[in-house]
């Protein structure tokens, strides 16, 4: 059964820092991995899209990593705002449309 | 721009009754899906659908059951609420190719409370 884990749960930083999330999982055997962002009460929007055979994937400040054969996943942002506060989560497909998801990492970029 | 429509964003009911929560997408996704996000336990998949008239149940599907008899709706029943279905609900959906391509698409969710 797939395993996906998002560490560290929280993540507090000031403004102007880059950062790095992680996310991993268990069974490589995967269509995709996916980047969300999901503010308080709100439901998830998706941030980066990674395929399985591609490696990386930008968007703006965002930056996502795949490393299929270690179960890695990373997601940079650089230059953090505090519009950036929010819980971050990953989620992969597996089985024909069937997603798992982590955790999920919540930040606070303070002003 | 809307493209994951959840009908109710902020239901109270009480144990016992009958709930339904709507879910239509307007992207011609073959895929719908509906997910609870519960502290602590993250998002769950309830059940899923891969076309019109077809389910498949998920992690958690006791004590709920769905409905798809067009393809932009899928519907979430709860046949006799209890408290322990307080939670947020997430309808999702996405496309059906074998390519990995497949953005998955969140409502807004719905907040439900039974009391």
């Known amino acids: 059964k797939q395993e996906v884990t998002q560490i560290p749960a929280a993540l507090s930083v000031p403004e102007g820092e880059n950062l790095v999330l992680n996310c991993s999982f268990t069974?490589?055997?995967?269509?995709?991995l996916q980047w969300f962002r999901q503010d308080p009460g709100k439901g998830l929007t998706s941030l980066l899209l990674i395929q399985s055979s591609q490696r990386e994937q930008t968007s703006g400040r965002l930056n996502a990593s795949l490393d299929k054969s270690s179960g890695r996943s990373t997601l940079y942002i650089a230059a953090s705002q505090p519009g950036d506060s929010a819980t971050y989560l990953c989620?992969?497909?597996?089985?024909?449309?069937?997603?798992?998801f982590g955790d999920g990492t919540t930040l606070t970029v303070k002003p | 721009d809307v493209k994951v429509t959840q009908s109710s964003r902020y239901l109270v009911k009480r144990t016992g009754e009958k709930v339904f929560l709507e879910c239509v997408q307007d992207m011609d996704h073959e895929n719908m899906f509906w997910y609870r996000q519960d502290p602590g336990l993250g998002l769950r998949l309830i059940y899923f659908s891969y076309d019109v008239k077809m389910k498949e149940k998920g992690d958690i599907p006791e004590g709920y059951s769905v409905s798809r008899e067009k393809k932009e709706r899928f519907s979430l029943i709860l046949e006799s609420a209890s408290t322990n279905q307080t939670s947020m609900y997430l309808c999702?959906?996405?496309?059906?190719?074998?390519?990995?391509?497949?953005?998955?698409?969140f409502g807004a969710g719905s907040r439900l409370t039974v009391l």
């Open positions: 989620a992969v497909e597996t089985n024909a449309g069937k997603s798992t």
């Open positions: 999702a959906s996405s496309f059906a190719q074998n390519s990995g391509a497949n953005v998955l698409t």
């Open positions: 069974d490589s055997a995967i269509y995709n």
